[in-house]
């Protein structure tokens, strides 16, 4: 494929964040010669480099009550070579959904000979070995892990671990074209092949986001990543001084890290999860806070921004989640120790501005889950490990 | 990438006519271990055995006026090593879209070090040119090529056999999905991998066409095609004396052929074109009629059906053309001296039920361009290659 080179990489302590790379085309091919960092800013990614960390990288596909041709087509579209952990919240009981799910993946699998995991978010093996590990954040009162997408992550990210991966790659299983699919795991490995430091991240920003009424119109951005994006960036200026516009893809909720990386970061629930990685990462990492990490300090981290060439459509979900979702992405930056005076003022009048929240009230505090390395993930993998054929779709 | 191996493969005379087969999944990896020919029916197609075919072939992108949003994502997902030729009928004067088409076309060949061709399908030294071989069953009383996908269709062939390809496949310039035309592209490429002749054609049958109305509605079928391919299928029935419903995809646009092949078929005008090329092939090589070519019969053609794992979600251009759309597919097989009497009456009968003919009236005669074989293309190709220049995008 051909990507363009970041335009700019903005600095913040060690944190290296680069402007949007847009994707010039899907396919290099193999006799294309393009001189090591490209021609007028066009990067040629190798077909062999892109292999090479879909190798390593693990898919965590989470799943709800999904329409099942969806799920199989998203599957379908993921590089053979990826380890695919699909972690269902879905349905059992009388239909069940969850087997369902089970029995395509393990169709697909077989017909291509690949391997594949599968849990379900409420077995109780699994919220066992999340307590056994000290994971008790991800617990709810039954004792199982809880509902949710962010926790269904997490989850993911400790099977990836288990397997031994060093990448874990997030993709949404609403997605319609299996070729966008591709696309972001192509992505993924690209951003991974560019990055300096072993704790790196990628973050998708789709080319356009079709909205369907009567006909198709290709929205560039929704109103609430725009409002996310606005108030990361100001979270920066406000300390650095210079105005910037660098983060584009606050919400993303296609995007990969390093294993390295994901292990030292916290999680937050629902949709304050993507930004929250953000955020911890500046508090962690942009030098104005203390930092406990000076090994990774000194690597740095790497984040890139990566624009498809294919646009997202996806299942409508409908628009009432998209007022949580604004509240709960800027919680995250609201509630963190970088955020000035100023910056809360401007976030609470956002908020009201937009009839999300009423004068006088607070965005609610994010809840976290504490990062995996303090947990003893080695307990929570060892015991997953003896039941780990039970996960295998195929052996 | 993954693909079902035929369940069957019809014989019609020496045409082997394959069953549709499914691509399973989009990509295979570099360590996917699957026997030759696949276990329980399922093909792998090595990435190295795409690349072969996709450096021997054109994609021919016939385009009108298209919006260039549209045509920059067709020509971004279309593999590296195809030589892209754009033939345009695009409007001229004082807003070029042809020009802008040219720059567009330029700026991603300049990215991604690329070349490819495009012409104007009104440029008069192509109507020369077109002349000078004797092609002039192209042109129209202006003496310039006349209008029509299919006549841009023929250009694009004489172009690719200009430029020395091997294969030579056709993409619409209106899809929104670049990812889509990257697996159409792939798929000719597999298909041809199949094949056991120098004379094949690989024919795409879409996964799913949503239609977006209110929301998207995945459609199998279109209703014409579901008429167009009873008919191709009667045609062979009514000789073999077997029922079939092999044919499945007898309208279909994105289509690939050898240029072996695609040098001794006749085209048809307007909507006709697709569903001729089956008819000619028929009509050649089914052993019913006499046929001129028996190195061809001896060799005997490989027709390939593959429908795709992505939908295909296209610009909508309304309902009015789809009557006439019928009506010009069906009258390739009412006009064919294959069909007999009885075929022809249901044939009438069908199109007076959907109301596009009246009682006594007939399907109109199918116009034809006699195949390039006949014409001295020698002289159309020196003629062009003069000019090739003017053509090519990049140097």
Redesign the interface.
């Known amino acids: 494929m051909?990507i363009e080179s970041p335009r700019y990489t903005e600095r913040f302590g060690s944190v290296r964040l680069s402007h949007v790379q847009r994707?010039?085309?899907?396919?290099?091919?193999?006799?294309?010669?393009?001189p090591p960092y490209g021609?007028?800013g066009?990067i040629k990614i190798e077909?062999e480099t892109i292999?090479h960390f879909?190798?390593r990288m693990a898919v965590v596909i989470p799943v709800k009550d999904e329409k099942l041709?969806l799920f199989e087509?998203v599957v379908?579209?993921?590089?053979?070579?990826c380890l695919v952990i699909v972690i269902s919240n879905s349905q059992r009981g009388k239909v069940d959904r969850f087997r369902m799910e089970g029995d395509a993946l393990s169709q697909?699998c077989?017909?291509?000979?690949?391997k594949a995991l599968i849990a379900h978010q409420k077995d109780p093996a699994i919220a066992e070995a999340a307590a056994e590990a000290g994971c008790d954040e991800l617990l709810g009162e039954d004792g199982l892990i809880r509902d949710g997408k962010s926790e269904a992550m997490v989850v993911g990210l400790l099977m990836a671990k288990a397997a031994g991966k060093e990448y874990v790659g997030f993709v949404d299983a609403d997605n319609?074209?299996?070729?966008?699919v591709?696309?972001y795991v192509r992505n993924y490995a690209a951003g991974f092949s560019l990055a300096q430091s072993p704790y790196s991240m990628v973050r998708i920003l789709w080319h356009y986001k079709?909205k369907?009424s009567?006909?198709?119109y290709?929205r560039r951005w929704g109103r609430v990543s725009e409002t996310t994006n606005k108030y990361l960036n100001d979270l920066i200026s406000s300390k650095t001084g210079f105005e910037t516009e660098v983060v584009r893809t606050g919400n993303a909720g296609e995007h990969a890290m390093s294993m390295k990386l994901a292990e030292i970061l916290p999680y937050a629930s629902g949709y304050a999860v993507e930004p929250q990685e953000l955020v911890s990462i500046f508090e962690n990492f942009g030098g104005i806070l203390p930092t406990k990490n000076l090994k990774v300090m000194e690597q740095g981290i790497d984040v890139f921004q990566i624009e498809t060439?294919?646009?997202h459509?996806h299942e409508?979900k409908g628009e009432e989640h998209l007022s949580n979702m604004l509240l709960l992405a800027l919680s995250t930056i609201y509630h963190s120790p970088l955020c000035g005076e100023e910056s809360k003022q401007a976030i609470l009048a956002e908020l009201i501005k937009q009839e999300v929240l009423k004068e006088g009230e607070e965005p609610p505090p994010v809840r976290l889950v504490s990062p995996l390395k303090k947990v003893s993930t080695d307990k929570f993998i060892s015991h997953i490990r003896e039941d780990f054929d039970k996960y295998n779709v195929l052996g």
């Open positions: 051909f994707v010039i085309a899907l396919d290099s091919g193999l006799k294309s010669e393009l021609a007028m066009v077909e292999k879909e190798d041709k087509g379908s579209g993921v590089p053979h070579d697909l077989r017909f291509t000979i690949r319609y074209f299996p070729g966008a591709l696309e079709p369907i009567g006909g198709l290709f060439r294919n646009p459509l409508e």
